[in-house]
């Protein structure tokens, strides 16, 4: 369960879930619901938020859209809206587990305006909105062109949560960590899944991080840190960060120092 801190925002957090979970089981749908718990992401969000971020959603202004891309269910979107913020999701039903039936369910089951728009984020990525705010977890390593995702998100968003896997080994057992790398992953490599593609060492996720637009606020690392590989399921690393625009982002196209 969502760990309840003083912060308004987080003891809501676990009421909404209990709501969330009492229309899923009372619904009589013939789709299957995302079978993790979003919410638990917020757990560790507050990890990563401890030593002097601990209150930074309840002063994040409200006068810009909130974005979650990729949002499995709408979970985490619909929270944040109950919590007073406009919020836009971008996800594809070629790529969501349920082709987003079970997010417009709950769009109209909470009478949502939570908008949702299908975008390709791996290519042809262009938002028209600016957002405050921007949740990309659990995305990056299913891209095929991270860096380009991430300069185009640094362009709309001021604020962006990030996680991925990483890794701090080669399959051959080579440390990485501190090599600005990447390892792409063969389509049944890592799970048999074929959408995975990019696992970047701790290094290589501070250099695409930088070369993108963004300085890091925070960062926390989970799972088998330190003994992570990009191929081995039982071997997942996995890297969150909050990440904050450079003051001259608008020229990431314009100059090679990015």
């Known amino acids: 369960m969502i760990n309840i801190r003083k912060s308004p925002l987080r003891k809501a957090a676990n009421t909404f879930e209990k709501k969330l979970?009492?229309?899923?089981?009372?619904a009589?749908?013939?789709?299957?619901?995302?079978?993790?718990?979003?919410?638990?992401?917020?757990?560790?969000?507050?990890?990563?938020?401890?030593?002097?971020?601990?209150?930074?959603?309840?002063?994040?202004?409200?006068?810009?859209?909130?974005?979650d891309i990729g949002c499995a269910d709408g979970d985490i979107a619909f929270y944040f809206e109950s919590q007073g913020f406009d919020v836009d999701v971008v996800d594809r039903k070629v790529t969501n587990y349920n082709d987003l039936k079970?997010?417009?369910?709950?769009?109209?089951?909470?009478?949502?305006?939570?908008?949702?728009?299908?975008?390709?984020?791996?290519?042809?990525?262009?938002?028209?909105?600016?957002?405050?705010f921007t949740f990309a977890m659990g995305i990056l390593y299913?891209?095929?062109?991270?860096?380009?995702?991430?300069?185009?998100?640094?362009?709309?968003?001021?604020?962006v949560l990030l996680s991925t896997r990483i890794a701090s080994h080669a399959p051959d057992g080579t440390e990485i960590k501190n090599l600005s790398v990447?390892?792409?992953?063969?389509?049944?490599?890592?799970?048999?899944?074929?959408?995975?593609?990019?696992?970047?060492?701790?290094?290589?996720?501070?250099?695409?991080?930088?070369?993108?637009?963004?300085?890091?606020?925070?960062?926390?690392?989970?799972g088998e840190v330190g003994k992570s590989t990009p191929h081995e399921v039982k071997k997942d690393e996995r890297y969150f960060a909050l990440l904050k625009r450079v003051p001259n982002y608008k020229d990431i196209f314009e100059h090679h120092h990015y």
């Open 182 to 222: 990447g390892y792409l992953v063969a389509a049944d490599e890592l799970n048999n899944d074929p959408t995975n593609y990019w696992i970047f060492s701790l290094k290589g996720m501070h250099q695409l991080i930088k070369r993108s637009g963004f300085e890091i606020i925070k960062e926390h690392c989970i």
């Open 102 to 132: 079970a997010c417009n369910y709950l769009k109209n089951k909470l009478d949502s305006t939570v908008r949702i728009l299908e975008h390709d984020v791996d290519r042809n990525f262009v938002l028209e909105n600016e957002y405050g």
């Open 21 to 26: 979970d009492r229309i899923k089981k009372e």
């Open 28 to 67: 009589k749908v013939e789709f299957d619901w995302y079978p993790y718990k979003s919410m638990n992401n917020l757990t560790i969000i507050d990890q990563l938020l401890k030593g002097g971020q601990e209150s930074f959603f309840d002063t994040l202004a409200k006068d810009k859209r909130v974005l």
């Open 142 to 159: 299913h891209l095929r062109n991270p860096f380009y995702f991430l300069n185009m998100l640094c362009l709309v968003s001021d604020y």
